[in-house]
């Protein structure tokens, strides 16, 4: 949950500050599960869920205070997430805000435009959501096409983003455009600006998408002459490419924490085996014992990152070796665990098989479905697996750049 | 960790990249492939006089006084340099032993010749890996039962049986005590200590020699040209190199864990992980490595084997994969049914 550095005042002993968040979530943490936040009755429970949090000053833990956050450095905001997934606390609904779109306005916004969004962000108030992606640029996001014309102090934007996650539930987007696209014709990466777009505005159009699973998540978005404020241009106009690809850092490198969630996979799937039986089963041991090293090794990675972090080192090369990691093991735990289960894995949510005293196990097997397909997605979102190799082989590894097409 | 631990790393690190870069070089490989014999009495002295053989010796026995902590970037690199030496098991493991008795009459001679570089020593820990490493070599066997009881061997009380080693540069034997030994004690804190130690430091050496196939393939397909540009721009070579880079940085971050954070709970755990993890992206290493380096890989002439080999003598050093693997999920479910799943 890494995005900015510590600032001063934040000086509670990590073991203290365990104590405390372990209170404060044994006492909010709601007992009953949340409905899943696919359906607009679960999205406002998860809504409620972030206002509880940001009422308790742990929307967002490492965030500097002026912005509404703690303060708290890395060993503290690891600690907050490992506590998070220790209470098995709610999914977190507003990542693009949080993750994506606070760190940049801290980064490249103007204080105005700090003033004017963050705070929403932080209590969950406004939902944002990522307009990256198009129909004909998704891992070749440069050829995107979607145009702001500049019309005295507004842009007019026309044009279809697409796979956008919480496009359903958003108020807000932030979009690449391109703000010059005769500029394009130079270098393809250039007068593209990056826009914060109210998705209730006149002209914009949201299609939810059904995802593979049947449940909502993602939508198309469809901008015709709609009229934004040039205000809304985040960082410099026409140097939207370099302010999106510091939001993909923030999105494949660390999430700081992140491994205790993956700890509670493992720990479901220990469930699984134990359940169908497979506990003396030297194949299923396998298959749990790798799995198991390597969210093991996740964690690992987690605190080495934190420490090159603390260290004042470059996270830059890491994130696509972080990314391209993550994302196959969370497959692994899935697909293992669908696997494991035999005949009953082609069974969604059927919890009959599992013991009724083991309730962790099974309220993870009726998730695990649809876990599983989100696996799938996030070797997708973010930069493909596979453009994650190009970069990994090319600028960490140092590989020859494949010639382009002339 | 603190910044004085930190700083003595890069140190030891520095000497050692510079010790083996100079002696431990391709020559030196050559040479000992050659010469059919791995280890080096030369090379084993410039180890003791640059004070690496006595780093885990208190100061007081002629050695540096360093803890096990300071050693990952060491140990990477000895597997980095494939290094013939038993460095391991002498240096870190036959010091760890015989400093956990320092009441035996004969502790302090022992570890001063072991400081000296005049005294090799076998581990031999039938519970972790039925073999003994450069057992043909060690002026002492010392032999580490799973309860902790430790006995001292001399050469002339075993019968030491060479092994036709997959790896020459990391020769394996089979000893067989014929007398009864010296028991120096029992301490199954020193067992535990033993095998984490063996298990962490083997990773890390994995990770190092995997890390030595990334580069010279990264190097080898730069060079390569084939269809008028190098091979290392077709997508299908960058794509396997990725993948094992990444489980290669990922296996680094876990072995330098699993040693560097040797004094905070769970060690023993932490080296099942890595070595694990280690032995696995070791072996996808050793096959990509082998497989983009195409027909010259597969000479004895080019350098390669050396590290194909040493990988695959490692990732079955003391607990495979699948070993560690298994016991780390047994454990786990172990654990859980031991608690209230509620």
């Known amino acids: 949950m890494m995005t900015t550095k510590t600032t001063e005042g934040f000086d509670t002993p990590v073991e203290e500050f365990r104590a405390e968040v372990r209170q404060w979530l044994s006492e909010n943490v709601p007992a009953e599960r949340l409905r899943p936040w696919t359906t607009k009755e679960g999205f406002d429970q998860h809504r409620r869920w972030e206002r509880t ?354 | 960790m603190t910044a004085t631990l930190d700083m003595d790393r890069r140190q030891l690190e520095e000497v050692t990249a510079d010790l083996l870069g100079h002696y431990s070089g391709l020559d030196h490989l050559r040479a000992r492939l050659d010469a059919g014999e791995a280890h080096s009495p030369q090379l084993w002295k410039r180890f003791a006089e640059t004070g690496l053989v006595s780093a885990l010796v208190e100061e007081e026995r002629g050695g540096a006084g360093l803890t096990p902590q300071h050693l990952p970037g060491v140990l990477h690199a000895m597997g980095y340099h494939a290094v013939p030496e038993p460095f391991l098991e002498t240096a870190v493991l036959g010091a760890t032993v015989l400093g956990a008795f320092p009441d035996h009459p004969e502790s302090s001679a022992r570890l001063e010749a072991l400081a000296e570089g005049e005294l090799i020593v076998g581990i031999r820990s039938s519970h972790l890996d039925p073999y003994v490493a450069f057992g043909a070599n060690a002026d002492l066997v010392l032999d580490v039962t799973s309860e902790g009881r430790v006995t001292v061997y001399r050469p002339e009380e075993l019968d030491i049986e060479e092994l036709n080693a997959v790896d020459p540069l990391r020769p394996v034997t089979r000893v067989t005590p014929r007398g009864s030994g010296e028991v120096l004690g029992t301490s199954s804190e020193t067992a535990t200590l033993v095998s984490t130690l063996a298990v962490a430091g083997a990773a890390c050496q994995l990770a190092g020699a995997a890390r030595r196939l990334v580069d010279l393939t990264v190097e080898y397909v730069n060079v390569r040209h084939q269809f008028g540009r190098p091979v290392g721009s077709f997508q299908a070579v960058k794509h396997k190199i990725a993948d094992v880079a990444v489980g290669v940085d990922m296996a680094e971050a876990a072995a330098a864990s699993a040693l560097g954070d040797l004094d905070q709970e769970g060690a023993a755990r932490r080296a099942a992980v890595a070595k694990a993890y280690a032995g696995q992206a070791a072996d996808h290493a050793n096959v990509e490595a082998l497989q983009l380096h195409g027909g010259t890989g597969f000479t004895w002439e080019y350098h390669l084997h050396f590290w194909l080999k040493r990988v695959m003598s490692l990732s079955a050093a003391y607990g495979t994969t699948t070993t560690h693997r298994r016991a780390l999920a047994q454990s786990l479910l172990t654990h859980m049914s031991k608690e209230d799943r509620g």
């Open chain 1, 53 to 406: 949090l940001f009422q308790g000053g742990y929307a967002a833990v490492d965030w500097p205070v002026e912005y509404g956050g703690r303060g708290a450095g890395l060993r503290h905001t690891i600690t907050f997430a490992e506590e998070y997934y220790r209470a098995r606390a709610p999914e977190r609904v507003n990542m693009g805000g949080l993750y994506l779109l606070g760190p940049v306005l801290m980064q490249y916004g103007t204080e105005e435009q700090r003033r004017r969004w963050i705070p929403d962000l932080l209590s969950c108030s406004t939902i944002w959501c990522q307009g990256f992606s198009e129909p004909g640029a998704g891992s070749d996001l440069g050829s995107l096409r979607t145009r702001a014309d500049r019309d005295g102090d507004h842009y007019v934007v026309n044009g279809q983003k697409i796979w956008t996650s919480m496009g359903g539930f958003a108020d807000w987007i932030f979009a690449l455009v391109r703000t010059d696209p005769e500029a394009a014709k130079k270098r393809k990466h250039a007068g593209i600006s990056f826009l914060c777009i109210d998705l209730r505005s006149p002209g914009v159009e949201v299609r939810p998408l059904t995802m593979v699973d049947g449940t909502q998540g993602f939508a198309e978005v469809f901008f015709t002459d709609v009229r934004v404020p040039v205000e809304n241009v985040v960082g410099e106009v026409g140097q939207g490419w370099q302010v999106a690809m510091s939001t993909l850092g923030f999105e494949r490198g660390a999430v700081f924490g992140d491994h205790a969630k993956f700890s509670n996979d493992v720990a479901a799937l220990a469930g699984l085996v134990h359940h169908r039986g497979f506990a003396d089963d030297t194949l299923a041991l396998d298959e749990l014992g790798r799995v198991l090293v390597s969210t093991e090794v996740y964690r690992a990675n987690v605190y080495r990152l934190a420490a090159l972090a603390e260290a004042g080192g470059d996270l830059d090369r890491t994130a696509s070796i972080n990314k391209l990691y993550w994302t196959e093991m969370q497959h692994d735990i899935f697909a293992t665990g669908l696997r494991l289960m035999a005949e009953e894995g082609a069974i969604v949510g059927d919890t009959s098989a599992i013991d009724e005293n083991d309730p962790l196990t099974a309220r993870a097997w009726q998730e695990w479905h649809h876990r599983y397909w989100y696996s799938r997605g996030a070797m997708i979102f973010g930069g493909t697996s596979e453009i994650q190799r190009n970069i990994i082989s090319e600028r960490v590894l140092g590989l020859p750049k494949e010639p382009r097409p002339s």
